[in-house]
């Protein structure tokens, strides 16, 4: 998991969709980039890690992220939304594709349940869960903050005086 990255990416997107910096666009975008990363449920119900419904398994995939955003899109008759929603999601198993660690990411599922990294792998595999709060995370997420500070600035950065963001009055 690129941890930080996976925020940012949502910091980001808060700003795109709000336009405007704001705490509550960039905590729902933020949780939505994490999405994928709810499949770490299956290991409690005893499915292997390596399984199609495993971790980085169907839920990281691109079928998943455009499935999502399709739904939101649907539902919310915004296209604009859907498909930023399903590039929020598509971002995540991308991130973890240039992780170096773990089984690789299921991209192609349903179509294949093959498990892929990028060719090139800089970011560090982040521990799940607790294990993040320990000096192996704390070095990954020095690591991811340096790729993750664009985002971060570009979603948190002050409006203009007198710029109005989505759905605020002048």
Known sequence: MASLLHVAVGVAAGRLWAGR???RAALAWSALSMLPDADVLAFVVGIPYAAPF???GASHSLAFAL???LAVG???RRARLGALVAAVVASHPLLD???DGGLGVALLWPL???RVFAPWRPIPVAPIGAGFLSVRGLRVALAELLPSLPLLVFGL???RPGRVGRGQKK
């Open 157 to 159: 950065w002050p409006s």
């Open 21 to 23: 910096p704001s705490w």
């Open 74 to 76: 649907l539902v919310g």
């Open 97 to 99: 594709a240039l992780t």
């Open 67 to 69: 499935a999502c955003g």
């Open 54 to 56: 495993g971790h980085r």
């Open 112 to 114: 294949s349940d093959q």
